[in-house]
Every structure is written in structure tokens, then in C-alpha cells.
């Protein structure tokens, strides 16, 4: 993050903003926009005038998964879209859409004041949140997710979604 953490007890004067163009540190805000996980500011040096962008986002606490072996590895963001985008590709998933799912399941996760997930719950919220929104990609994810081993597990899989 740029700028220094969020924290409410965190002053702008004590960020230490420099001005990217001459190295002062006097700044003040021209603009603000609040967005769900970040916030943008555009701001001007007092000095120069140049304007330049600082984007501010909360920290999130450390977050691991502990896989199926038992093994421990920090959550990531992206691994978690990048199977929801194989799953989803050449189907009507908007990105937007998967970005909504991820940001549903890490507000599910960090509420819930845990640092350890097991995989197994992370697979699941997704399936779910995959059947919601499109079937077809909700049977890739789970026939990855579940390695369904002969034809019939996946069989199954399908006679009970279609139901």
C-alpha cells in the first residue's frame, strides 16, 4: 500500500507522503474515492503543483490454508480467481462477477477470526457460490475440486444437480 497503513489513529502528517516529482513532503488531497477494498486519492504538491495517485488499502491479517496433506500455505487471492476463471472460461461469468465471489468468501473468512482455513471449506464456499451462478461452471470446479475418480462419481454430481 501506498501511503501507509489504514488505521484510524493514523494521521496523513504522519504518512510521509513525498511528491514523486521534487521530494517535498507537503501534499493535500484533491480528490477521494472510496471504493469497497481501496481507497484512491488523487493529491497535489504544495510545492510543485504536480498531481500524483496514492491508493490505500486495509491490511488484512495473515491468512493460511491448511491443505488436504496437512501442509500450511498463506491464502492467495489470486490462485483462489485463477480456478474460478478456468472454471468459468467461455461461460457468461463476468469477471466482476468472480471478483464479487472472492470478496463474498474473504469477508466470510476474516470474520470469522481464524488464521487457519482448511481447504476443504474454502472448495465448498466456492462450489456453492459457483452453483449459484452457472452450472456448467460449478461441474469443472467440482470435477477438479472432488477428482471424481470413474464416470459414475460424476454421474452422480450431475443427477444431483439436477435435481
Known amino acids: 500500500m501506498i501511503g501507509g497503513p489504514c488505521r484510524p489513529d493514523f494521521t496523513e502528517a504522519q504518512s510521509q507522503l513525498i511528491c514523486p516529482s521534487c521530494r517535498k ?5 484533491v480528490d477521494s474515492r472510496d471504493d469497497e477494498s481501496v481507497v484512491r486519492r488523487r493529491r ?5 503543483k504536480s498531481r500524483f495517485t496514492t491508493y490505500e488499502r486495509m491490511e ?5 490454508v491448511v491443505k488436504k496433506d496437512g501442509r500450511r500455505e498463506q491464502y492467495n487471492r489470486d490462485k483462489v480467481l485463477t480456478g474460478l476463471r ?9 469477471e466482476a462477477q468472480m471478483e464479487e465471489v472472492v470478496a463474498g468468501l474473504e469477508r466470510e473468512l476474516f470474520s470469522r477470526g481464524e488464521n487457519e482455513i ?6 465448498e464456499k ?3 457460490a459457483l452453483k449459484r451462478i452457472d452450472k456448467v461452471a460449478y461441474i ?6 472432488r ?17
Open 44 to 48: 497535489e504538491c504544495l510545492d510543485c
Open 86 to 94: 478456468r472454471a468459468c472460461e467461455k461461460r457468461p461469468v463476468s
Open 60 to 64: 488484512a491479517p495473515r491468512l493460511f
Open 25 to 29: 513532503s507537503e501534499t493535500r488531497v
Open 147 to 163: 477428482s471424481f475418480d470413474d464416470i459414475g462419481s460424476f454421474q452422480a454430481e450431475l443427477a444431483e444437480l439436477a435435481k
Open 140 to 145: 469443472r470446479f467440482a470435477s477438479v475440486y
Open 118 to 123: 482448511p481447504t476443504t471449506m474454502l472448495g
Open 126 to 128: 466456492l462450489m456453492e
